[in-house]
């Protein structure tokens, strides 16, 4: 009886490990894309470091759901990694305005230019205003202050970032709260998913080995 009782136990034990296992994958997922976020976000002056990590993160995500599917895990995890790549995604699009919210000053800038634009394929009309900030340096801002109507000469209220590592906004879309909330979210989310695959991988490696037992413990016919 007892070593029956040993053999119920024994698999949960081991679903349990895999599961912990699985966890800690997906923490040092997270600590890498939080590592690399971070790195690329202080090293690069332009949009073009982050868009090629945006990417990266893209294709790795991708692959993960490729290598999902070969497992032979059901949809429903196929559909949680696609999800996890793209809202390890937003952070980056929204780093400017995090950074606006948190050190941002509120500046008086002056209306040197205006370009129109449309876009495409949708053909809706945009505008791109060109603003003098009280330090004379010039930026290119865009939102629903910058329209038709706007002139030369005219006074807008924009964000600035004092150390000048963010473009000047008209707004900001997202706080800095917001965004560590999105950030732990993904975290966990991260987590919860790789404790969610390791539970799910042991358990089909405990009924596969079970399988070949009882077929190897069977008598012959």
Known sequence: MGANRMSRLTPSRGMVGRGLLGAVGGLAV???????SALVIHRSSGVEGPAILGIVIFMTGLVVMLAVGLLGLPWPY?????????LMLIPL????????????ERVTA???????????????????????????TEAEVTGPRCDEGTRIGDRLTVYQDPEGRVQAKLGVQMTAGQLMWLVWAC???????GAR????????????VGAAGSAGTSPAA
């Open 30 to 36: 997270a600590a890498l894309w939080i590592g690399s």
């Open 78 to 86: 196929w559909i949680a990694v696609g999800l996890l790549a793209v």
């Open 93 to 104: 699009t929204f780093y400017d305005d995090a950074v606006l919210d948190q050190r941002g």
């Open 110 to 136: 002056v209306v040197s230019g205006r370009r129109d634009f449309v876009s495409q394929p949708s053909g809706v009309p945009g505008h791109v205003c060109r603003v003098r900030l009280p330090d004379g």
């Open 187 to 193: 975290v966990a989310g991260l987590v919860t998913l």
């Open 197 to 208: 695959i390791g539970v799910h991988v042991g358990r089909d490696q405990h009924h596969t």
